[in-house]
């Protein structure tokens, strides 16, 4: 037998009053749970198999890691993974704060090259090539290939040009004063690296396969020898172990 018993105003001003707090209180439970017992993020990156000196940094943000893979007659080459922060950092230099930007399904590696010889070093690191373990070539991501694929307004101020150019960001030690470059190349040309200078560049290819935990990372250096053939190996693990 069920009794029904009719509140009054007043206790239906309580509960009206209760139930929104009860929501909130869920809301934040809910957020907490999924925080806590959630799906852990999957990290993945490149790492040199040997590096010449590698930044001793936690494991769990090896995208901070540079590697040192060339230091020879003055020239010094490093590389680091590349997160899509660092990519929409450099793509919202210059534009407006509030500006939404989606990033491209892409594998970035970002190069770091130094001349501390007394000559000049021509490269184009867009004539990068990174092979998987059955030497199938992993494609350099073109401006060409981002603007046919890309075309929803949600890419609309991911500038192709602006992120993967090559830019001099120091001279002698000495950084500019009023921003982060002194100058900036357009990608896939020719760099003149002259003596003293330093400067990146952040090199994008097609989205790797997982079915491969190695590669070859080929860096042509004209005039100074055939190439750098630097192993790497491809690592995927989970950040709560």
Not at 12 to 41: M, R
Not at 43 to 59: A, F, G, H, M, Q
Not at 72 to 94: F, H, P
């Amino acid at each position: 037998m069920f009794v029904y018993t009719k509140l009054s105003t007043s206790q239906n001003t309580s509960i009206c009053h209760f139930v929104p707090i009860v929501k909130g209180y869920l809301f934040i439970f809910l957020i907490l749970l999924d925080y806590y017992c959630g799906n852990p993020a999957i990290i993945r990156y490149l790492e040199p198999v040997n590096p010449i000196v590698k930044d001793s940094i936690s494991k769990k943000n090896p995208y901070g890691l540079i590697y040192k893979i060339f230091d020879k007659n003055g020239l010094v080459i490093s590389i680091k993974n590349t997160t899509n922060q660092e990519l929409e950092r450099i793509a919202r230099t210059d534009t407006d704060s509030d500006a939404s930007f989606r990033i491209p399904q892409i594998t970035c590696l970002k190069f770091f090259i130094e001349n501390n010889s007394e000559k000049e070093i021509i490269v184009n690191l867009f004539n990068t090539q990174l092979t998987d373990f059955e030497n199938i070539p992993v494609l350099i991501f073109s401006n060409d290939d981002f603007t046919k694929n890309y075309t929803s307004v949600a890419y609309k101020n991911f500038q192709y040009k602006k992120v993967f150019s090559f830019y001099i960001t120091s001279h002698n030690g000495i950084e500019p004063k009023n921003n982060f470059y002194y100058e900036k190349i357009s990608p896939d040309t020719t760099v003149v690296i002259k003596p003293g200078h330093r400067g990146f560049q952040i090199i994008p290819f097609h989205r790797i396969s997982e079915r491969s935990n190695g590669f070859t990372l080929t860096l042509p250096l004209p005039k100074l020898q055939e190439n750098i053939n630097i192993p790497l190996k491809y690592i995927v693990f989970r950040s709560d172990k």
